[in-house]
């Protein structure tokens, strides 16, 4: 099942699904939709429509769409992190320079390079995502200091201690009950906002990203 799940929800996950598509031109038809990031807590879940109620406060009606998938998260630990391993962290800027970690995930190794590189993310104003391989994980005074590429490129991350680390779990309709936690990341379309996979909180540990 996981390896169902995960190829459609990894889509959702980052900003850059231009990989996965075919080289054409690019026409406006053709243009992706905007995409959206759904926050919150579930208020219900029937048929085809999840209501959330988000971290903003407002309530709001999310469509999943034919073939949809859920998945869960599942606690990892810092020094589960190791030099090959596939991450995506979601970072601040630091005072002294460099970047913060807010939140890591470790892919699966099935998932390695999928939505590869470092892009504007919105958990924080000024927050980024960085999708890429561990080059190496250094442990310091507070915490641990990754360097991660991406396309020929290199980046340190500073994971303090306490940071969220998770890793990808399976998950089914049965867990999208009232108060789970879920994080969606979806489009908008013209009849609201339309999900093909939704990351849902169980067992205690909710979606960090």
Same mark, same amino acid.
């Given at each position: ?6 190829p ?30 759904v ?26 769409? /034919? &073939?949809?998938? +859920?998945?869960?998260? #599942?606690? %990892?630990?810092?020094? @589960?992190?190791? !030099? =090959?391993?596939?991450v995506? *962290? ?38 980024s ?31 303090? /201690? &306490?940071?969220? +680390?998770?890793?990808? #779990?399976? %998950?089914?309709?049965? @867990?999208?009950? !009232? =108060?789970?936690?879920?994080? *969606? ?25």
């Open positions: 099942m996981i390896k169902t799940i995960l459609a929800l990894v889509l959702g996950l980052t900003v850059i699904a231009s990989a996965a598509l075919p080289v054409t031109p690019v026409h406006a038809e053709d243009q992706k939709p905007e995409q959206v990031h926050r919150g807590s579930i208020v219900s879940y029937g048929g085809s429509v999840l209501k959330v109620k988000t971290r903003e406060g407002e309530t709001v009606d999310v469509t999943l769409a /034919d &073939g949809w998938k +859920v998945a869960s998260v #599942a606690n %990892a630990a810092v020094t @589960d992190i190791k !030099p =090959g391993d596939f995506g *962290i979601a970072s601040l800027p630091s005072a002294g320079g460099g970047d913060g970690a807010l939140e890591v995930l470790i892919f699966p190794p099935a998932m390695k390079g999928a939505g590869e590189g470092s892009y504007g993310w919105d958990l924080k104003p000024n927050s995502m960085t999708n890429a391989t561990v080059a190496d994980a250094v442990k310091g005074v507070d915490g641990r200091t990754v360097t991660v590429s991406y396309h020929g490129k290199e980046k340190k991350i500073a994971i303090p /201690d &306490g940071t969220p +680390v998770v890793t990808i #779990a399976p %998950a089914t309709n049965d @867990d999208l009950v !009232p =108060g789970a936690v879920v994080f *969606i990341p979806a489009e908008k379309a013209a009849s609201g906002t339309l999900a093909h996979q939704v990351l849902v909180g169980k067992n205690g540990v909710v979606p960090p990203m």
